[in-house]
Every structure is written in C-alpha cells, then in structure tokens.
C-alpha cells in the first residue's frame, strides 16, 4: 500500500504511481456523493474509473431548533467538523435565526477545501487541523483554545 504524507484526494493524485495511468482501470471505494476529484482527474489521465459506494451516509431526524438551544444551555463554544458533507447537514440542521450564534463559535476542519466552505457560509472563527484523524482534529482544538 502507499500512502501520501497529504492524506487528502490532492495528495493521493500527487503520488508518482497515479500520474501514468492511461488504459488502467481504477476501481474507487466510497461512500454515497463525495468529491469527484480523484475519479476525474484520473479519467483525464487516461484511466477507466469506476465507483463502488461501499458505505451510504444516514442522518437521524433531529430538530435543529430544540438542539441549538441545548447546545446553548450547554455552553457549546468549539465545533469540530471532518468533511465538507458534514458541514453542509449542520447547515441544513441549524435554523436561519440561530445563524449568527452558530457562525460565531470555533470551526475546526481537517482542510484547507472545508475551511473555504465554512468562510463562505459565513463562520468567523476557523481552524485547519492537519487532517481529519481524531489525533489532527483534537491538537488543532488544543493549540486553538492555547492561543
């Protein structure tokens, strides 16, 4: 197995083995939707790709307005987000009224790519973790609430 030392799609189509892949075919694993990145850039290299959604994303029914306000009452002052999927369903879960408040706690996202999402829907407070790993996303909250 090879890995890259950036753990993100960027990283994997940077590795020397996937830049020559014109007639190989490329089976990727994932879950439902997702990034197309990795699936185009290597079709554009000339590799025949095909999905195979291994796992499929399910959201419980929660109201956001009844868990905006326990997370209030809770004192709730740092978000840690690992996937721009993520980010969009907290979006979609938070009532436009409470906005404002949401958008004014601490981000932590394991990318540079979810990091722009969050500044464009409007959240002030942004940290990039290197990475999505529990270890990544805990020290980048650790140094956050240090500084």
Same mark, same amino acid.
């Given at each position: 197995?090879?890995?890259?030392?950036?753990?993100?799609?960027?990283?994997?189509? #940077?590795?020397?083995? %996937?830049?020559?892949?014109?007639?190989?075919?490329?089976?990727?694993?994932?879950?439902?939707?997702?990034?197309?990145?990795?699936?185009?850039? %290597?079709?554009?290299?000339?590799?025949?790709?095909?999905?195979?959604?291994?796992?499929?994303?399910?959201?419980?029914? %929660?109201?956001?307005?009844?868990?905006?306000?326990?997370?209030? #009452?809770?004192?709730?002052?740092?978000?840690?987000?690992?996937?721009?999927?993520?980010? +969009?369903?907290?979006?979609?879960?938070?009532?436009?009224? +409470?906005?404002?408040?949401?958008?004014?706690?601490? %981000?932590?996202?394991?990318?540079?790519?979810?990091?722009?999402?969050?500044?464009?829907?409007?959240?002030?407070?942004?940290?990039?973790?290197?990475?999505?790993?529990?270890?990544?996303?805990?020290? #980048?909250?650790?140094?956050?609430?240090?500084?």
């Amino acid at each position: 197995a090879i890995c890259p030392d950036d753990p993100r799609s960027e990283g994997l189509l #940077a590795l020397p083995a %996937l830049q020559q892949v014109a007639g190989k075919r490329v089976l990727i694993l994932r879950g439902n939707g997702g990034r197309d990145l990795i699936a185009s850039t %290597l079709a554009s290299r000339g590799a025949l790709v095909h999905y195979c959604a291994a796992y499929e994303r399910h959201y419980p029914e %929660l109201d956001g307005n009844t868990l905006t306000h326990h997370w209030q #009452a809770a004192g709730l002052d740092s978000l840690l987000i690992t996937s721009g999927e993520l980010l +969009q369903r907290l979006l979609e879960l938070v009532p436009d009224h +409470q906005r404002p408040w949401l958008f004014d706690r601490l %981000l932590v996202v394991p990318s540079p790519r979810v990091a722009e999402m969050a500044s464009a829907a409007g959240f002030i407070h942004i940290t990039i973790a290197q990475g999505a790993s529990n270890q990544a996303l805990t020290a #980048a909250l650790e140094l956050r609430k240090m500084e």
